[in-house]
Nanobody, 124 residues
Framework: QVQLVESGGGLVQAGNSLRLSCVHS????????MGWFRQTPGKEREFVAA????????YYADSVKGRFTISRDNDKNTVYLQMNSLKPEDTAVYYC?????????????????WGQGTQVTVSS
């Protein structure tokens, strides 16, 4: 059974940093691309970043490019999202998700397992 558990969210002031973690279980967890999405009330889930199984490819939304970094440690079955220079508009629930293949895409429908989400709040 595949489970994804996020942690690391919280309340921070604008300009500060947070690092989110996502531990994913499953016998072949390291073979899949992984992604981070975020969602605010009344809006659709938004792609943030994704990483291929080998970490050779990373993808970012334009809104976070240059500020956020996605990485993974396959020995620990963990994916990270380092978020720097946070802005109030980054406030959202952040979700970790497992892609259906080793090379991820940006479409939420291409991901088959999701975590429960972790709240990130950035105050101005």
């Amino acid at each position: 059974q595949v489970q994804l558990v996020e942690s690391g969210g919280g309340l921070v002031q604008a300009g500060n940093s947070l690092r989110l973690s996502c531990v994913h279980s499953g016998r072949t967890a390291s073979r899949y691309g992984m992604g981070w999405f975020r969602q605010t009330p009344g809006k659709e889930r938004e792609f943030v970043a994704a990483i291929s199984w080998s970490s050779s490819r990373t993808y970012y939304a334009d809104s976070v490019k240059g500020r956020f970094t996605i990485s993974r440690d396959n020995d620990k079955n963990t994916v990270y999202l380092q978020m720097n220079s946070l802005k109030p508009e980054d406030t959202a629930v952040y979700y970790c998700a497992r892609h259906r293949s080793s090379i991820p895409t940006t479409a939420p429908n291409d991901y088959d397992y999701w975590g429960q989400g972790t709240q990130v709040t950035v105050s101005s």
